[in-house]
């Protein structure tokens, strides 16, 4: 009976399975955002090249590289988002086992008392009954539609997304480690300006109570002149806040508590060289969070296959086998072995819309996952190209900022020897002195700029996993 009932089972399943496939296969697609050509061309970047350079060969740093390495190893954000990857294999793992039977083992033993009231204990009276039950069972989903499979393909890339989301986490603080370590540099020479500035002014008081003693100027200058020492020595202040803070933040990253960050000095960094513009649809193939928004476009489409699926019937095909008896004293005798086989095909009629629904609701949820992708795209072609702005605005800033700086200092100059023969007003020295240290630190300000536009282009191309 056994036979005769599983081979029309079987053969029922083969010819399903041969023709009867309703999901449809994923197929990638560019945003239709796509532009050749980055609005500009006058920035010599190979911006392909530079997207595929190693942390080592960018920097070029020795003491940010390990300060990268220590925040890859140690920083906690990044290590919360690995355990999403482990989660994330978890669940494919588990996808992966659903073509295979569920199977279980059971001991259910059971007694029963019939009441006398009732149909049989009428007859039976109210003696009690008992029974053993000890067995294997197994059901088996036949995967007729495709939805197992898609199931599957929706899990892996999920899990390629939890992948691509740690990447997109380590590019991310390694920027933030990177921009913070520059700021640092920065800070440290303008502190250096500051301090030199200081030393000069503490030698210009000795010069100008002179010049009152011979009669050229009058107290006010050297009140002026005391008053743009204690000027410079409020700057120091603020510098050293502004590096204590930075400092706690960078050390943050790292996953450590405060310690002192070693670092070069600003005229000692050095980036490599770089060519040409690249093709956004080419240079961006690298950014992590792209592939994120591309993997769930995947897992998306895959569930509104497994959406349709349940539209049609369900095949499922169950067994069991064991031990069954009365008397547990004859529980394990070969009488006692009982054995079920069992097919039903189950097509859904009426479900309160719940499969409408969740077709409808994948369909959306599919959508959604496009529009986030093209979103992303234009965003990272935008961040790309504020980052090349950037740096150009601060390279063509610092050619002015230094012409700026010469006059400045000439204007200086010339003044303070006018001033010696009383053939100026000592606030045009004043003036001339004020100018030129912003000028100074202003142009720090712009080299800073022109790092961190580095930072975050090589951020924006995906460059650093």
Same mark, same amino acid.
Request: hydrophobic share 40%.
């Given at each position: 009976?056994?036979?005769?009932?599983?081979?029309?089972?079987?053969?029922?399943?083969?010819?399903?399975?041969?023709?009867?496939?309703?999901?449809?296969? #994923?197929?990638?697609?560019?945003?239709?955002?796509?532009?050749?050509?980055?609005?500009?061309?006058?920035?010599?970047?190979?911006?392909?090249?530079?997207?595929? $350079?190693?942390?080592?060969?960018?920097?070029?740093?020795?003491?940010?590289?390990?300060?990268?390495?220590?925040?890859?190893?140690?920083?906690?954000?990044?290590?919360?988002?690995?355990?999403?990857?482990?989660?994330?294999?978890?669940?494919?793992?588990?996808?992966?086992?659903?073509?295979?039977?569920?199977?279980?083992?059971?001991?259910?033993?059971?007694?029963?008392?019939?009441?006398?009231?009732?149909?049989?204990? @009428?007859?039976?009276?109210?003696?009690?009954?008992?029974?053993?039950?000890?067995?294997? @069972? +197994?059901?088996?989903?036949?995967?007729?539609?495709?939805?197992?499979?898609?199931?599957?393909?929706?899990?892996?890339?999920?899990?390629?997304?939890?992948?691509?989301?740690?990447?997109?986490?380590?590019?991310?603080?390694?920027?933030?480690?990177? @921009?913070? #370590?520059?700021?640092?540099?920065?800070?440290?020479?303008?502190?250096?300006?500051?301090?030199? &500035?200081?030393?000069?002014?503490?030698?210009?008081?000795?010069?100008?109570?002179?010049?009152?003693?011979?009669?050229?100027?009058?107290?006010?200058?050297?009140?002026?002149?005391?008053?743009?020492?204690?000027?410079?020595?409020?700057?120091?202040?603020?510098?050293?806040?502004?590096?204590?803070?930075?400092?706690?933040?960078?050390?943050?990253?790292?996953?450590?508590?405060?310690?002192?960050?070693?670092?070069?000095?600003?005229?000692?960094?050095?980036?490599?060289?770089?060519?040409?513009?690249?093709?956004?649809?080419?240079?961006?193939?690298?950014?992590?969070?792209?592939?994120?928004?591309?993997?769930?476009?995947?897992?998306?489409?895959? $569930?509104?296959?497994?959406?349709?699926?349940?539209?049609?019937?369900?095949?499922?095909?169950?067994?069991?086998?064991?031990?069954?008896?009365?008397?547990?004293? &004859?529980?394990?005798?070969?009488?006692?072995?009982?054995?079920?086989?069992?097919?039903?095909?189950?097509?859904?009629?009426?479900?309160?819309?719940?499969?409408? &629904?969740?077709?409808?609701?994948?369909?959306?949820?599919?959508?959604?996952?496009?529009?986030? #992708?093209?979103?992303?795209?234009?965003?990272?072609?935008?961040?790309?190209?504020?980052? $090349?702005?950037?740096?150009?605005? +601060?390279?063509?800033?610092?050619?002015?900022?230094?012409?700026?700086?010469?006059?400045?200092?000439?204007? &200086?100059?010339?003044?303070?020897?006018?001033?010696?023969?009383?053939?100026?007003?000592?606030?045009?020295?004043?003036?001339?002195?004020?100018?030129?240290?912003?000028?100074?630190? @202003?142009?720090?300000?712009?080299?800073?700029?022109?790092?961190?536009?580095?930072?975050?282009?090589?951020?924006?191309?995906?460059?650093?996993?």
């Amino acid at each position: 009976m056994t036979k005769q009932l599983l081979l029309p089972i079987l053969s029922l399943t083969i010819v399903i399975f041969q023709g009867c496939k309703v999901t449809r296969d #994923y197929v990638q697609g560019e945003p239709e955002s796509v532009v050749e050509t980055f609005p500009f061309d006058t920035l010599n970047i190979d911006t392909v090249s530079m997207a595929a $350079m190693d942390i080592e060969e960018f920097y070029n740093d020795p003491l940010l590289i390990s300060l990268i390495r220590s925040g890859l190893e140690n920083n906690y954000n990044l290590s919360i988002a690995l355990r999403s990857i482990e989660i994330a294999n978890a669940y494919y793992l588990q996808g992966k086992q659903a073509y295979w039977p569920e199977i279980n083992a059971s001991f259910q033993p059971s007694f029963s008392r019939n009441s006398t009231n009732s149909r049989f204990g @009428s007859f039976l009276g109210d003696q009690i009954f008992q029974s053993y039950q000890l067995g294997v @069972s +197994a059901s088996w989903e036949a995967d007729i539609w495709g939805k197992l499979r898609a199931q599957e393909k929706a899990a892996f890339a999920d899990y390629l997304a939890a992948e691509s989301s740690v990447k997109v986490v380590q590019t991310e603080l390694i920027a933030n480690i990177a @921009s913070l #370590y520059y700021q640092l540099v920065a800070l440290d020479a303008q502190k250096e300006l500051t301090e030199r &500035t200081i030393e000069n002014r503490k030698a210009s008081i000795e010069t100008i109570e002179s010049l009152k003693d011979a009669g050229n100027v009058t107290e006010v200058a050297v009140q002026q002149t005391e008053a743009q020492l204690y000027n410079a020595q409020g700057l120091i202040v603020d510098l050293n806040k502004n590096i204590q803070l930075a400092e706690n933040t960078l050390n943050q990253l790292l996953g450590r508590t405060h310690q002192p960050v070693a670092r070069i000095a600003l005229a000692e960094t050095n980036f490599p060289e770089l060519l040409e513009v690249g093709v956004p649809s080419a240079l961006l193939q690298n950014r992590p969070d792209l592939r994120v928004a591309e993997y769930d476009i995947r897992s998306a489409f895959e $569930m509104t296959n497994v959406a349709e699926t349940f539209f049609y019937p369900t095949l499922r095909i169950t067994a069991g086998t064991g031990f069954e008896t009365l008397d547990l004293g &004859t529980l394990l005798s070969p009488g006692s072995i009982f054995g079920n086989l069992a097919a039903g095909l189950t097509q859904p009629i009426v479900s309160r819309r719940v499969n409408k &629904t969740r077709r409808e609701v994948s369909e959306l949820q599919y959508q959604q996952a496009v529009l986030n #992708y093209e979103d992303r795209f234009v965003n990272a072609v935008k961040e790309v190209s504020d980052a $090349m702005y950037n740096i150009e605005a +601060a390279e063509n800033k610092i050619v002015f900022q230094q012409r700026e700086l010469e006059s400045l200092n000439k204007a &200086t100059e010339y003044s303070e020897e006018l001033l010696n023969y009383g053939l100026a007003n000592y606030l045009e020295v004043l003036r001339a002195r004020d100018q030129a240290l912003a000028a100074e630190l @202003s142009i720090i300000t712009s080299h800073l700029n022109k790092l961190s536009g580095l930072v975050s282009l090589y951020k924006a191309l995906g460059g650093g996993w």
